[in-house]
C-alpha cells in the first residue's frame, strides 16, 4: 500500500526442507520449519522493517548434530541512504528465546 506517507508492505513467509541419504540417516545442516510475518516501511531514501520469525523443533538433525527446539526470532532493521552515496543500516536482533 503505497501514498503520499510512503509505502507499507506486509509479507507472510516460510520454509521447510526435509532430506534423507539413499543409504539412511538424514542430511545433515537443514533447517527446522520456518514461517513468520514481515511489516516494512519505504519512503524516498528511508526503509524501516520488523519480522517475527517461528522457528519449529528439528527432530531429524543429521549425524553427529542435536536436535533444536522451537525459537521465536524478532529483527528491526533501519536503511538510510545520504545524498552522497553513504549507507548506513542498524539492526537489532535479539538472542533467540527458547521454550
Known amino acids: 500500500m503505497e501514498n503520499h506517507y510512503g509505502a507499507v ?6 520454509d521447510y526442507t526435509r532430506g534423507s541419504f539413499d543409504k539412511g540417516g538424514d ?3 537443514l ?14 531514501d ?8 517461528r522457528a519449529e523443533p528439528q527432530n531429524h538433525a543429521g549425524a553427529n548434530e542435536t536436535n533444536t527446539n522451537v525459537y521465536l526470532l524478532l529483527n528491526l532493521s ?8 553513504i549507507s548506513l543500516k542498524c539492526c537489532y536482533s535479539p538472542r533467540a528465546i527458547t521454550s
Not at 78 to 85: A, Q
Open 9 to 14: 508492505d506486509l509479507t507472510l513467509f516460510g
Open 27 to 29: 542430511v545433515p545442516r
Open 31 to 44: 533447517p527446522p520449519l520456518r514461517y513468520g510475518v514481515q511489516l516494512s516501511y519505504d519512503k524516498e
Open 46 to 53: 528511508w526503509s524501516s522493517s520488523l519480522r517475527f520469525t
Open 78 to 85: 533501519t536503511h538510510i541512504v545520504s545524498r552522497v552515496l
